[in-house]
């Protein structure tokens, strides 16, 4: 129980820095949006306070059959997929230019180049685990608008004393607002070991990337950052990307520099985030194939969740004020006139785009974390993606049935735990490390 409730003031906190990432002043870059797509106004979003009375749904039986759930495997002139020649030529592209236009946003065509530099290298641990720490900023190159400036910030942590190249797990991380401090631990509650210890006892390395070092959180951000600075300065297009598609454009980025590092073993690399970012994790696994692994944390809405359930969050939160920025602009569009049921691919099909290589699929307890996330959504994000996985030689679940807490479903390429703590992946990294030797030697 006290575990509990410090998960869950730790989740309170993670409220707390989330409004401040996200200041009230992207109104004017949102309504310039909806003047782009000819939107007089969209959909009430539901509220996140289970007791508001326009709170978000949380019982299954009003989940809502969807009335349309699009087939990943059915090409756009009705065709079935067979093979997987055609999945790899043909539908996937197809659904590929479905997320790019509607729902995360297309990259430009060049971006720019970008200069890694090593800025110091140290010696640390993390519990008993000895370890070198390197700090790193990625320049990038912005002689096209010298307005703005943007450097990625990255860092690795590589076992001391290995003599071999290590892969390594990449976290997008959070950054905490000047002055805070965890709250201390209440008497009694076991201590976890950090996934960083857990990581680096299996002689794995593991980076932090910081995804608002180079793509602020919030609307007006997006005259800045590295949207910004391919923009010009200037307002995005509908199908220009959000946040969620620069922050993985940030971590190829990375995986540019990780080819390059002597320490790294680039052929296993992992992909790790939670909440927003691990929207931003699936998002990166889905269209960066150098990932070989991802541990996609309570992705919710917007990750591997289906879209169109009526649980948690909806589609009407994701393209308010507070969310759109994540996505490209056309996304709104699906809060009104549009509704979720009009999306022309949901969440199972970007777990798809992962296909074939691991993905594991993380959330809390509906009592802790709440059902904001909607884990059963979740699991079912995964779930339908199995078909894709069986054509290409891989396994789903094996199961369409949701499991009980604690229950990992570990024996496919797709794996799925609830654990029974808040809103972090804290408590499913030793399920996930022990599915993942499977893969990362
Ligand atoms: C809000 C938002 C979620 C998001 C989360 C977070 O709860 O509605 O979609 O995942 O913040 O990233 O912290």
Same mark, same amino acid.
């Given at each position: 129980?006290?575990?509990? %409730?410090?998960? +869950?003031?730790?989740?309170?906190?993670?409220?707390?820095?989330?409004?401040?990432?996200?200041?009230?002043?992207?109104?004017?870059?949102?309504?310039?949006? %909806?003047?782009?797509?000819?939107?007089?106004?969209?959909?009430?979003?539901? @509220?996140?306070?289970? @007791?508001?009375?326009?709170?978000?749904?949380?019982?299954? @039986?009003?989940?809502?059959?969807?009335?349309?759930?699009?087939?990943?495997?059915?090409?756009?002139?009705?065709?079935?997929?067979?093979?997987?020649?055609?999945?790899?030529?043909?539908?996937?592209?197809?659904?590929?230019?479905? $997320?790019?236009?509607?729902?995360?946003?297309?990259?430009?065509?060049?971006?720019?180049?970008?200069?890694?530099?090593? %800025?110091?290298?140290?010696?640390?641990?993390?519990?008993?685990?000895?370890?070198?720490?390197?700090?790193?900023?990625? =320049?990038?190159?912005?002689?096209?608008?010298?307005?703005?400036?943007?450097?990625?910030?990255?860092?690795?942590?590589?076992?001391? +004393?290995?003599?071999?190249?290590?892969?390594?797990?990449?976290? $997008?991380? $959070?950054?905490?607002?000047?002055?805070?401090?965890?709250?201390?631990?209440?008497?009694?509650?076991?201590?976890?070991?950090?996934?960083?210890?857990?990581?680096?006892?299996?002689?794995?390395?593991?980076?932090?990337?910081?995804?608002?070092?180079?793509?602020?959180?919030?609307?007006?951000?997006?005259?800045?950052?590295?949207?910004?600075?391919?923009?010009?300065?200037?307002?995005?297009?509908?199908?220009?990307?959000?946040?969620?598609?620069?922050?993985?454009?940030?971590? @190829?980025?990375?995986?540019?520099?990780?080819?390059?590092?002597?320490?790294?073993?680039?052929?296993?690399?992992?992909?790790?985030?939670?909440?927003?970012?691990?929207?931003?994790?699936?998002?990166?696994?889905?269209?960066?194939?150098?990932?070989?692994?991802?541990?996609?944390?309570?992705?919710?809405?917007?990750?591997?969740?289906?879209?169109?359930?009526?649980? +948690?969050?909806?589609?009407?939160?994701?393209?308010?004020?507070?969310?759109? =920025?994540? $996505?490209?602009?056309?996304?709104?569009?699906?809060?009104?006139?549009?509704?979720?049921?009009?999306?022309?691919?949901?969440? =199972?099909?970007?777990?798809?785009?992962?296909?074939?290589?691991?993905?594991?699929?993380?959330?809390?307890?509906?009592?802790?974390?709440?059902?904001?996330?909607?884990?059963?959504?979740?699991?079912?994000?995964?779930?339908?993606?199995?078909?894709?996985?069986? %054509?290409?030689?891989?396994?789903?679940?094996?199961?369409?049935?949701?499991?009980?807490?604690?229950?990992?479903?570990?024996?496919?390429?797709?794996?799925?735990?609830?654990?029974?703590?808040? =809103?972090?992946?804290?408590?499913?990294?030793?399920?996930?490390?022990?599915?993942?030797?499977?893969?990362?030697?």
């Amino acid at each position: 129980m006290k575990k509990m %409730l410090f998960a +869950g003031l730790l989740s309170l906190l993670s409220l707390c820095t989330r409004a401040q990432q996200q200041p009230p002043n992207n109104n004017d870059d949102y309504k310039d949006m %909806l003047r782009q797509l000819h939107i007089d106004s969209t959909r009430r979003d539901p @509220s996140g306070n289970p @007791s508001a009375p326009d709170a978000a749904n949380t019982d299954e @039986s009003k989940a809502s059959p969807y009335t349309s759930l699009p087939d990943p495997l059915v090409l756009k002139n009705g065709k079935k997929v067979t093979d997987a020649r055609t999945w790899w030529d043909r539908r996937r592209p197809e659904i590929v230019e479905d $997320f790019d236009r509607e729902i995360y946003g297309r990259v430009p065509k060049n971006t720019p180049k970008v200069r890694w530099e090593a %800025l110091s290298t140290i010696d640390t641990s993390y519990g008993a685990m000895k370890a070198t720490l390197k700090r790193l900023a990625g =320049h990038v190159d912005n002689s096209s608008y010298p307005d703005i400036k943007v450097d990625i910030q990255l860092s690795l942590v590589i076992p001391a +004393g290995v003599q071999r190249r290590v892969p390594v797990i990449m976290e $997008f991380g $959070f950054v905490f607002p000047p002055g805070f401090r965890f709250p201390a631990r209440p008497p009694g509650t076991p201590v976890e070991k950090s996934w960083q210890e857990q990581v680096l006892e299996q002689g794995w390395g593991f980076a932090i990337l910081i995804p608002a070092s180079y793509q602020p959180d919030n609307g007006a951000g997006l005259t800045q950052g590295i949207i910004g600075l391919c923009n010009k300065g200037q307002r995005r297009k509908p199908d220009d990307w959000g946040a969620l598609r620069a922050w993985a454009w940030g971590a @190829s980025r990375a995986v540019d520099y990780f080819e390059t590092d002597k320490d790294v073993d680039a052929k296993q690399l992992g992909i790790e985030g939670l909440s927003r970012y691990g929207k931003a994790t699936v998002v990166t696994m889905a269209y960066e194939p150098r990932f070989a692994i991802a541990f996609v944390g309570s992705s919710g809405n917007g990750g591997v969740k289906i879209m169109r359930r009526r649980l +948690g969050e909806q589609v009407e939160n994701l393209a308010s004020s507070g969310g759109y =920025h994540w $996505f490209a602009g056309n996304f709104i569009k699906y809060a009104g006139p549009l509704t979720a049921n009009d999306l022309p691919v949901d969440a =199972h099909e970007l777990v798809a785009l992962c296909a074939p290589r691991p993905v594991f699929i993380s959330s809390g307890s509906p009592k802790v974390e709440g059902q904001w996330v909607d884990a059963k959504g979740m699991f079912l994000g995964g779930a339908y993606a199995a078909p894709v996985y069986a %054509l290409l030689g891989k396994k789903g679940y094996g199961t369409m049935e949701f499991p009980p807490m604690e229950t990992a479903l570990v024996d496919g390429d797709i794996a799925f735990r609830q654990h029974s703590g808040g =809103h972090t992946t804290g408590p499913n990294w030793p399920t996930f490390i022990q599915w993942a030797k499977r893969y990362i030697k």
